[in-house]
């Protein structure tokens, strides 16, 4: 055992398939508070040895999926042999199309018009829910979106600021939010549900290599890759 291991196994992991996530997910609906649920890749599980206040926010989170195949390997190394890949884009669809009717969802991040567009695609494809509103990531004031997010009475709220800034702003506000019972951090999933990018094809997604996909189509994140595996192999050494 050594303090990284015992940090990590002290997360709450869902250590399942995608089916038993959702139901988790559902049974939050019911709660009185709003359940922070992280999908945790490599980037946030290093970023979280380096900041107090990163770390403090990942103990505090209510649910944690193991989204990468880096946070796989982690955790199968300290034991959770049945731990399964869940990528938090198909957990998100997954989630909603479970949801009961006229559950509320309420879309923040993104460019300008991408939140929009995914939520009227969204809309289209889950007619038992009600879409109550959106609001672009950039140029926000916390206490007006959060009046906005209090007035549409939203249940769930989906955050897409990318890491770690939705993971902070969702551990910052979440005791203001009056209505909302989860609250996800989804990073580029608006993107691709308002069409604006594509998702890896089934193969990468298949064969673990979805990373591999998205530096080869958007050649820009490789140096941000590259200090992620930096930063996260000494975790996944340490960890014991
Ligand atoms: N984003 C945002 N506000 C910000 C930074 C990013 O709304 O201040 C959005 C960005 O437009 C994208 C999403 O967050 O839709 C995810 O960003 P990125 O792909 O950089 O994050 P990653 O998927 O690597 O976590």
């Not at 770390?55 to 649910?63: P, Q």
């Not at 944690?64 to 669809?93: M, N, Q, W, Y």
């Not at 989630?95 to 969802?105: S, Y």
Request: net charge positive.
């Amino acid at each position: 055992m050594s303090e990284t291991g015992n940090f990590i196994r002290g997360l709450r992991w869902h250590i399942g398939d995608l089916d038993s996530a959702t139901s988790k997910i559902t049974n939050f609906l019911n709660d009185k508070k709003t359940n922070h649920i992280i999908t945790a890749n490599m980037e946030i599980l290093s970023m979280a040895f380096k900041s107090k206040e990163l770390k403090e926010l990942c103990a505090n989170a209510d649910m944690h999926i193991p989204d990468g195949i880096g946070a796989v390997k982690l955790l199968k190394k300290l034991g959770f042999s049945k731990t399964k890949r869940i990528p938090g884009i198909e957990l998100c669809l997954e989630a909603l199309k479970k949801m009961p009717e006229g559950t509320k969802i309420y879309l923040f991040g993104a460019r300008e018009g991408i939140a929009r567009k995914a939520l009227e695609n969204l809309s289209l494809q889950f007619l038992h829910l009600v879409f109550v509103g959106s609001h672009e990531g950039f140029g926000y004031e916390d206490s007006k979106l959060v009046k906005e997010i209090n007035n549409s009475g939203a249940q769930v709220l989906l955050v897409a600021l990318g890491v770690p800034k939705q993971e902070l702003w969702i551990a910052k506000n979440k005791g203001k939010l009056n209505d909302v019972r989860v609250a996800i951090g989804v990073g580029g999933s608006f993107d691709v549900w308002a069409g604006d990018v594509n998702r890896a094809p089934r193969f990468f997604q298949k064969t673990n290599l979805e990373w591999a996909w998205r530096i080869f189509s958007q050649p820009a994140r490789l140096p941000k890759f590259l200090m992620t595996i930096a930063g996260f192999l000494p975790v996944y050494l340490r960890a014991k």
